[in-house]
């Protein structure tokens, strides 16, 4: 039987104008990233087609959803809407739900040790366990475990690699725990399915059920997910790869090997997005998704993330990324070998779902996708985001102070410049909101004296557009008959989002 673990983390290189270079796959070789008509076709035109003829490799199905409605769906190469597909290392961030799950029942602690999940089972005071004791739920959640692993220096299916030497063994969490320590828990971060995979015996210990018992009880029937399927990849197609599970509990791995429908995929995502609470029903506490998306590891302490902007959180990938018209976003990902991803863009309220079989591919992937074709044709909405103060760079002493209502669907704010000769010069900026766009009539004070009794009149002396860009930048197109032109501006208090 050919079977290999399926796992790659893709990651991006931001280049600037080269979107080739912006593959998941960088300088390092990271652990990587109903058949229906296209829906808003318009808004992706083109795109099914860039699809269809292989641009971003063997895509099997593509879903957009933006404000909890998809705006864009369609399959591929045989693909249809009710088809169970490979999600690989996607597999890890479920099981990231289900210790959160756990912990929100009280059942699993963080700092919890390995030697109380594990010491039943193997005599971890020998030799050959040295050091795994003391590796904590947290250390494993943040791959972050100091034990020596690699699965990224080789190909999957090549016999050196770890994770294909684990799949080989008579028991998973042996091998796992049986590998020298090159460090001390927590100290760095290191790629492991392996570790993902003690998860599983985690949740058994603390829950008393089995893994997939525990996982459709507690995670898949609230999303209202019905049919799942644990298999290894198999080069040989479905059905031929590992079921049985080797090792003493026998349950379904959690760091590889889970099988969904891509809208199910997008209900996973949408979970996270909307801080654990799917369809009013709460199934994971809005700290664990924050503490979830937390850079544990990053350029300033790994040498894994040389990118500024980049980490890891529990199971969860995390990058700050430019799209084709320069605009930044902090963007989630679980990501899975062969291109099965979940994105989440908290800021344009977005998730982005793939599957494929990139498993030999090696040109443009779901990167190029994402950032190419899919964020420049959304923009974030004008929301109480945005309320703070805002200034435009290229010029001094000019700023404004922006709030938005949106329980009266109104943005209100002050415009403070100076005239040609230096004197002092304001507005009142005040309007409604139309279609997440702001719309507002300026006027401008005559008079007032400070602190006397001076009449105040105010002049109608234009209107503009409010156009957010995104988190940190909109835009200011003002219309008069004094001046037209197109302000940009750059937030200088308040956050549009919070990267944890």
């Not at 599970?245 to 996973?268: E, Q, T, Y």
């Not at 591919?361 to 990167?367: A, E, H, I, L």
Request: charged fraction near 20%.
């Amino acid at each position: 039987m050919n079977t290999f673990l399926p796992n790659i983390y893709h990651r991006f290189v931001t280049t600037g104008a080269e979107m080739a270079a912006r593959l998941f796959c960088g300088v390092l070789t990271l652990a990587a990233l109903f058949l229906a008509s296209p829906l808003a076709a318009q808004q992706f035109d083109g795109l099914s087609s860039a699809i269809e003829q292989g641009d971003f490799g063997n895509l099997k199905a593509v879903i957009v959803s933006q404000h909890g409605e998809i705006i864009y769906e369609d399959y591929f190469r045989g693909s249809q809407a009710d088809d169970l597909h490979q999600v690989q290392s996607v597999t890890k961030s479920v099981g990231s739900a289900l210790i959160g799950i756990a912990h929100r029942q009280g059942k699993i602690e963080l700092d919890q040790r390995l030697e109380y999940y594990f010491s039943d089972l193997y005599d971890l005071s020998q030799t050959a366990y040295q050091g795994k004791a003391d590796i904590t739920v947290e250390h494993i959640l943040q791959q972050r475990h100091g034990v020596a692993w690699d699965e990224e220096s080789t190909d999957y299916r090549n016999p050196q690699n770890s994770a294909r030497q684990m799949i080989e063994s008579g028991d998973w969490y042996q091998y796992f725990l049986t590998r020298p320590m090159d460090a001390e828990p927590g100290e760095k971060f290191t790629y492991s399915s392996g570790a993902s995979t003690l998860m599983s015996r985690l949740l058994r210990v603390s829950t008393g059920m089995a893994t997939e018992e525990f996982a459709m009880q507690e995670l898949f029937a609230p999303l209202e997910i019905d049919q799942v399927h644990w298999e290894v990849y198999s080069e040989d197609g479905p059905g031929t790869g590992l079921m049985q599970w080797p090792g003493p509990d026998h349950d379904v791995p959690l760091g590889f090997s889970l099988w969904l429908k891509a809208r199910d995929m997008l209900k996973f995502g949408e979970l996270y997005l909307n801080g654990g609470v799917y369809n009013g029903q709460r199934i994971l506490d809005q700290s664990w998704i924050e503490a979830s998306w937390t850079k544990y590891s990053n350029s300033e302490n790994s040498d894994y993330f040389p990118e500024p902007g980049w980490g890891h959180g529990y199971q969860w990938w995390i990058a700050n990324i430019d799209d084709t018209l320069g605009r930044s976003w902090d963007i989630f990902f679980a990501s899975g070998w062969g291109s099965q991803v979940i994105f989440v863009v908290p800021e344009l309220d977005l998730v982005v779902v793939t599957t494929a079989d990139n498993y030999n591919y090696n040109g443009p992937d779901v990167d190029a996708l994402l950032l190419g074709w899919i964020l420049p044709e959304l923009n974030p909405v004008l929301d109480d985001r945005f309320t703070g103060s805002w200034y435009d760079p290229s010029t001094n002493g000019q700023g404004f102070s922006l709030q938005i209502l949106e329980e009266r669907n109104k943005p209100v704010g002050y415009w403070y410049t100076y005239t040609d000769t230096g004197d002092k010069r304001w507005f009142t900026i005040s309007g409604r909101l139309v279609d997440g766009i702001g719309q507002v009539n300026i006027r401008q004070p005559i008079g007032g004296i400070f602190l006397q009794d001076d009449l105040v009149t105010m002049d109608d002396w234009g209107t503009a557009t409010i156009r957010p860009i995104d988190c940190n930048h909109i835009e200011f197109e003002v219309e008069s008959a004094e001046v037209s032109t197109i302000i940009p501006l750059t937030r200088l208090t308040g956050v549009c989002f919070m990267a944890p």
